[in-house]
């Protein structure tokens, strides 16, 4: 009796396996289910820590002082949840529908166009920044339909496409050095900015900082899996030694040592039920109400560009990383993948946590072994389950999420040697793309103001013929949006 229970079992067993086979193609794809299952995770470890980064990245107040989500605060958890539940959905349709190990969350360097240019522009609240990115992420979603996705990317010389990665990873490190307090501004004194406490590093959330970023960085650099969550986990085990036996407390006038973000102790449940007061906090009216149709356009259109061309670089690495490529080069399923992501960014805007886009970090799960997308369904599930863990990210101090900002920084610097810096019609746009996303605090202004002198010096080189239309119209619109204050205050005195 028992053995025939135990043979159903196995029957069952095996048909699910069967099926799951079938319909991930895995024997064609030289994989099995538990590398699937494994790489799924280790796509999952790698890319976790969005979950901390984003809720931190999106915390601050808009132009007019109001909170994502609502509150009189940032509402770390609730962002958090949304974050992982959007990630989840979307992970796991990449999975199912285009049958491809990419898992997406909220884009770095996205989040951070809408937290510290989008809202912070005269009168835009965080609804009206998701609008943006509904919009942008529309805007793919029909050029991957209509094919002028093939248009757009030729259009964009590749060292500009290259330049602004680079621009991105500078931005992105910039912030975190901020946002951990080893780089601050230096209104009073005699040099624009500072390093630590007028040079020196005298407090302990700095050395936090310090000793986390080097055990990242360490850990990147030995190729462990996960190496950007374990420095996240690492320094924050660091500070809440630190704070147990300091008592270091929050930052503020009276204590400038203090810890920059939420202080590292326990004093809540850790496990809740997720709530999600992002959720359809969006606005496709107010963005050009506030700002303008011209506005509106070339903000959509600058995040378009980040958002559009990482996802082409990051799908084709993960498939070259799983030998996944055909003949001419093309991942499997292009244009589903392609549409996916497309939804992705819209489904990000309207769940309130900025533009879902796919991570480079889905190379780690394919390095382990995943081929197909039930590893993208797996990560998807273990995102899902991370909703009811939100509370946790607000014990991560801004000092050890930092760490995390500098990593993906350097890893977003290292295509600058792609660049031909010996034509100086290229090196010049390219330069001013990098050197204005950082200095100019803005990755709106460095894409702009590279792109505006790309046209510049092919003119000067007498080049002028190579410029694509597309370019010259980018340009058109990128001088308008710099000289839009003028432009309104004629429109409107």
Known sequence: MNTTKEAASKQNTKAKDNWLVSFFHIKERNS??????RGGFVTFLSMVYILVLNPIILSGPDSTGGFLGGGSEANIPAIAAATALVAGVMTILMGAAANFPLALAAGLGLN????????????????????????????????????????????????????????IGLFVALVGFANAGIVKGNKEGPTLMNFGNAGSIDTWPLVVFILGAFITLILMLRKIPGAILLGILSSTIIAFIAEAVGGIGPKG?????????????ISDSLVQLPQFST???????????????????????????????????TMVAVASEGDLLDADGNPPHTQAILLIDS??????GMGGVSSNTSFVESTSGVADGARTGLASVVTGI???????????????PSEAAATALVAVGVL????????????????????FTIVFMPFGYSITVGIGA???????????????RKVHPLMWVVAVMFVLYFVMGPIQQILFS
């Open 279 to 313: 959720l359809g906090q969006f606005s496709l009216i107010g963005p050009f109400q506030k700002l303008g149709v011209i506005a509106v356009v070339v903000l959509a259109f600058s995040v378009m560009l980040a958002d559009f061309f990482d996802t082409m670089g």
């Open 32 to 37: 099995t289910i538990g590398r699937e299952l």
């Open 253 to 265: 006038e009276e204590n400038l040592g203090g810890w920059a973000g939420s202080v590292p102790t």
């Open 450 to 464: 590279g792109f505006i002198s790309y046209v510049i010096m092919k003119v000067a080189a007498g080049q002028a």
């Open 343 to 348: 939804i992705a960014a819209i489904a990000g």
């Open 382 to 396: 273990l995102f899902l389950l991370s909703t009811f863990l939100a509370p946790l990210v607000s014990l991560v």
């Open 412 to 431: 977003m610097v290292r295509s600058v040697g792609d660049i031909t810096w010996d034509d100086f019609s290229a090196a010049v746009p390219a330069f």
């Open 112 to 167: 951070s166009v809408v937290a510290y240019t989008i809202v912070q522009l005269p009168g835009m609240t965080w609804a009206d920044g998701m609008g943006v990115i509904v919009l942008e992420g529309i805007v793919i979603v029909l050029l991957v339909l209509t094919g002028l996705r093939e248009a757009i990317f030729r259009a964009i010389p590749k060292f500009l496409r290259t330049a602004i990665s680079v621009g």
